[in-house]
């Protein structure tokens, strides 16, 4: 062996914080293989795919006991500089092993070894223009059922795909050839992107929106980089905005990168995209198959696609002439990962913007604490639009004094009559609760008992509709009980109200009138959930009812009322972001009224009229209120003001996980420097959940430097404890819920 061997740094999908040292392959001409490459590699005694992050050995491993990689399984690097350092800096920020987060980043089709290529994207359809032979169906049945297997896929007379078809059997290919011979269906192969018709012209901007495109995209080509907040209620075109930049950045002849935080946010993003621009544009999310999400993410690495629209892993997608990235509705949750790799898809996007020197919009009407103040610091730019587009005036707040009312399922009768003056003047009425289900808790009249979780720190749902208790947190499932288990009184009655009941109490008082309840047991189905949202745009319900999921980017242009059933869960809840949260759903959910012509009126149900946060929202609007949240959070020593990091630990028996968070405690004390404390270990909120008990340890830091450098000092100590093997942990840098 010479003494000097060229080797390769590869990352590997096994929980080792660090890449791996191997040797080049034999026979091969090791200056071919570069970094961004997958390779297969022997791991003990697996083979599995790693990526080569860069060339040379990091010498921890001595020469005799480094292994060779065996295959090379890339002609080119599949993964760019750009992309590789983003892997690095995740890896990195979040301490998470680096092979885990090259397997994040990655499709998984990719991930498993298989070809870089696209595949053949074969679709069938039912040609609409040829009459079929009944005589000749009837003596095919095979046929006569592939056909009706096709027609019973309601994909609205859209092409099926073959995987959609393989799914009839394995004689499907036969038979979908045999009736294409007939004329009757047709093959069809489609890119992975949607080729856009394009050519709808764009509105005039206002003064605001062009304030903001000329802000961020001033010049011809790709002003480089820059954070920037576009802060604009609902309703006043932030998404003109996005498309007026995409526009430009599309004639600079450079992609852009669309993050939404929902799937179901992206056909309809996708279909403003498709009527204004005539460019390939690729989507990815968890709805698409394995296949269409590596052929979407390779037509965006390859540079065909021009726009990608993706929920939060599209983030690592490699795009290499990347000119912008629009985050919309920046704020929500969802754009954090919250189990294995707990990444934040906004804050990588930023990273991003900057490594590729590109600007970067952050889009919301209830921007985040943490991008509200460096907007204000003056660290992003900060762009409002205060005017809603057209005439749509904004809506009303009120917030209505429930104490000493008699409320029906939760509804008081001065909302009730507000709902019916609405409903009576051919408007559309949308009610707001939280809580799905029929009541949050069971419980008997006479000894107080009440349906717990047997695996939970929590009662159990009563579902009505399927006579069933639920719990919400681990699907564990029951039948209601005739009578009292604890003192045999018959009936448990139900405590409190979810949508279900208060569907119910709504349908008693306006018999006749179209509800439309919308949760997530109501569009459990595929497609359901876009069923019920165009059925809500219809005129046959005046009424809508829904949780947090309508309160997410959908517009309800005929909805003049907004009723909060319940704005005091989001008051008592003791989490420290609980009130930002509230804050946003509040003005979320407004949003959704009045956005045509006619003005809307929010009215909020609570037991705390004088409450501060709703004072303060009422008279100054949401800055208002973030602005006096962002002051509490600094007095507390609270994110944005310090920076968080959660490390979690769950066992069966409570003691396995408390040992370890002490140990844990001791390693973290044994490395804290000036500017860093620990809190805890205390049980977490639900202290046990599905049947294992859960304890927290946090800790806290006044500057991010201080904080990664004392989990840098403190994990290879806190790993080498026998006690963290024995424990399920992990660690949530920057937090956003203390669960
Ligand atoms: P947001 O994304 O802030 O909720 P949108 O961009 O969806 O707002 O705009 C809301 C509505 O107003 C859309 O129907 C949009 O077409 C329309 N709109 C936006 N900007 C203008 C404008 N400058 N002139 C006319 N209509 C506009
Ligand atoms: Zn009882
Ligand atoms: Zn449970």
């Known amino acids: 062996m010479s003494s000097n061997p060229e080797g390769f740094r590869v990352a590997v999908p096994v929980p080792l914080r660090q890449a791996l040292d191997y040797l080049a392959p034999t026979g091969n001409n090791p200056v071919l293989l570069q970094a961004g490459m997958r390779v297969r590699v022997p791991v003990g005694r697996r083979h599995l795919v790693g990526v080569v992050m860069a060339r040379g050995l990091s010498g921890e491993v001595s020469g005799h006991r480094l292994r060779r990689i065996e295959a090379i399984l890339d002609a080119a690097p599949l993964l760019d500089e750009v992309t590789l350092d983003l892997i690095r800096f995740t890896a990195s920020y979040y301490h998470h092993p680096l092979g885990e987060v090259v397997a994040t980043a990655l499709p998984k089709l990719l991930r498993a070894g298989g070809p870089a290529r696209l595949s053949i994207m074969e679709h069938w359809r039912i040609r609409s223009d040829i009459s079929l032979d009944d005589a000749v169906l009837a003596r095919a049945p095979r046929q006569r059922a592939l056909l009706d297997f096709m027609r019973s896929l309601e994909t609205g007379g859209q092409p099926v795909s073959s995987e ?49 495109v000329g802000g961020i995209w001033p010049a011809s080509t790709c002003s480089g980089f820059g954070v920037h907040l576009l802060d604009g209620v609902t309703g006043s075109g932030k998404t003109e905005v996005y498309m007026g930049l995409i526009a430009k950045a599309l004639e600079d002849g450079r ?69 912008l990235i629009v985050v919309d509705e920046e704020h929500d949750a969802s754009f954090k990962q919250q189990d294995g790799l707990r990444y934040h898809a906004r804050d990588l996007a930023v990273w991003r913007a900057r490594r590729q020197q590109v600007p970067i919009v952050l889009g919301s009407a209830t921007p985040s604490l943490e991008t509200l103040r460096h907007a204000l610091e003056g660290h992003y730019r900060h762009h409002r639009l205060t005017r809603r587009a057209g005439n749509a005036r904004p809506p009303r707040l009120r917030v209505l004094d429930i104490r000493h009312n008699r409320l029906e399922a939760g509804l008081s009768a001065q909302l009730m009559s507000a709902v019916r003056e609405r409903v009576e003047q051919g408007e559309q009425v949308l009610l707001f609760l939280n809580r799905r289900g029929y009541a949050p808790v069971l419980i008997c009249h006479e000894c107080g008992w ?5 695996r939970c720190d929590a009662h159990l749902t009563w579902h009505a509709a399927s006579y069933r208790l639920r719990c919400h947190h681990c699907g564990h499932e029951t039948t209601v009980p005739a009578s009292c288990p604890e003192c045999g009184a018959e009936k448990p009655r139900p405590l409190g109200e979810g949508t279900e009941r208060v569907e119910q109490q709504l349908s008693t008082a306006f018999p006749g009138e179209g509800i439309l309840r919308i949760d997530r047991d109501t569009t459990r189905w595929r497609g359901a959930l876009d069923a019920s949202l165009e059925a809500a745009h219809g005129k046959s319900f005046p009424i809508l009812l829904g949780t947090q999921m309508l309160t997410k980017g959908h517009h309800f242009p005929r909805v003049t009322l907004v009723g909060v059933l319940d704005a005091d869960q989001g008051l008592y809840n003791v989490d420290y972001r609980a009130h930002e949260q509230l804050a946003q759903l509040l003005v979320q959910v407004a949003g959704r009224a009045g956005r045509a012509e006619r003005p809307g009126e929010v009215i909020i149900q609570t037991h705390q009229p004088e409450h501060p946060l709703l004072q303060t929202l009422l008279r100054g609007g949401y800055e208002a209120a973030a602005v006096m949240l962002l002051e509490e959070r600094r007095i507390s020593g609270m994110p944005p003001y310090a920076n968080l990091a959660l490390v979690r630990a769950e066992a069966v028996r409570p003691e396995a996980a408390m040992r370890f968070l002490e140990a844990a405690r001791e390693v973290f004390s044994a490395e804290q420097r000036e500017g860093a404390d620990v809190l805890g270990p205390v049980p977490a909120p639900m202290e046990r959940r599905a049947g294992r008990y859960r304890f927290q340890l946090l800790l806290r830091a006044t500057e991010r430097a201080i904080l990664h450098r004392w989990l840098a000092r403190a994990l290879p100590v806190l790993d080498a404890l026998p006690e963290s093997r024995r424990t399920r942990w992990s660690l949530d840098v920057d937090p956003i819920d203390l669960y």
């Open 164 to 212: 959609t078809l393989a799914g009839f059997g394995p004689s499907w290919r036969t038979l979908a050839h045999a009736l294409a011979a007939r004329g009757w269906i047709e093959r069809i192969e489609k890119s992975p992107c949607t080729l856009a018709s394009g050519g709808e012209s764009p509105p005039p901007l206002n003064s605001e929106q062009l304030a903001a």
């Open 450 to 454: 009440t349906a717990s979780c047997p």
């Open 255 to 323: 992609q852009v990168l669309v993050l939404v935080p929902e799937i179901g946010l992206t056909p309809q993003l996708l279909k403003r995209f498709q009527r204004r621009f005539s460019v390939p544009i690729a989507s990815l999310h968890s709805g698409l198959s394995e296949t269409a999400r590596r052929d979407a993410w390779l037509a965006s690495q390859s540079g065909e696609a021009a726009i990608l629209i993706g929920t939060r892993s599209a983030v690592f997608t490699p795009m290499p002439r990347l000119g």
